[in-house]
Every structure is written in C-alpha cells, then in structure tokens.
C-alpha cells in the first residue's frame, strides 16, 4: 500500500512559479512509476507529467512541454512538480499518482494510487 499527500499549491499570477511535492509513504516508493495528473472545474482529469521508477524517463502532456519539470528523489520518497510560465487554463486540482509498474504514462486507469490532490490557481 502506499499513501500519497501532495503539497505547494496556492493561488499565483499569471507567468509565476510554483513548485508542488507529493510525499509517499512506504519502502516501495522506489518501485513505482509516478504522475501528476490535474482536474479542472467542469472537466475530465487529465495528464500532466509521468516519471519512470528510476527517474531516468520523463513524459509530458504538450500543454506543459518546456513549462513543467517533474523530478524524484528516491531517498525523500518525494516526487516534484516544478511549475513555470504559469497559465490561467492551469488552474485545477493537481493529484500524484503511483503505477506499480518501472515506466511511468498518461492513462489515469494505470495508476494504482492516488493522493487527495493540491489546489492550483493562477490569476492573469
């Protein structure tokens, strides 16, 4: 089992920065893929950023490429969101989510666990 809690959203201007952490519980942090995922009002989740178990492989949606960074620290059971050049179409609900599996990808069904998400609001 393992339990997630994100953390670092907050309300920013349009063109700012914010950087979100998901801490993960348990010894097999390390052998899970992991992926950010946001929801916004009115809308179907939709994937954001991927990281394979070793955080040799990142995969991003194309609205995000060249903005987002998402990074891991194995050691810290941590996974990152560094968000940059921020939009007001990426205000949602950002959500972490591990894959008991090495390579991290965009299908929410493939993922196994969930954290309870952090509010992002960018203003313009």
């Known amino acids: 089992q393992v339990q997630l809690e994100e953390s670092g959203g907050g309300l920013v201007q349009a063109g700012g920065s914010l950087r979100l952490s998901c801490a993960a519980s348990g010894r097999t942090f390390s052998n899970n893929a992991m992926g950010w995922f946001r929801q916004a009002p009115g809308k179907e989740r939709e994937f954001v950023a991927a990281?394979?178990?070793?955080?040799?492989?990142?995969y991003y949606a194309d609205s995000v490429k060249g903005r987002f960074t998402i990074s891991r620290d194995n050691a810290k059971n941590t996974v990152y969101l560094q968000m940059n050049s921020l939009k007001p179409e990426d205000t949602a609900v950002y959500y972490c989510?591990?894959?008991?599996?090495?390579?991290?990808?965009?299908?929410?069904?493939?993922?196994?666990?969930w954290g309870q998400g952090t509010q992002v609001t960018v203003s313009s």
């Open positions: 989510a591990a894959a008991r599996t090495a390579w991290g990808n965009s299908v929410s069904s493939n993922y196994d666990y």
């Open positions: 990281i394979s178990r070793n955080g040799g492989s990142t």
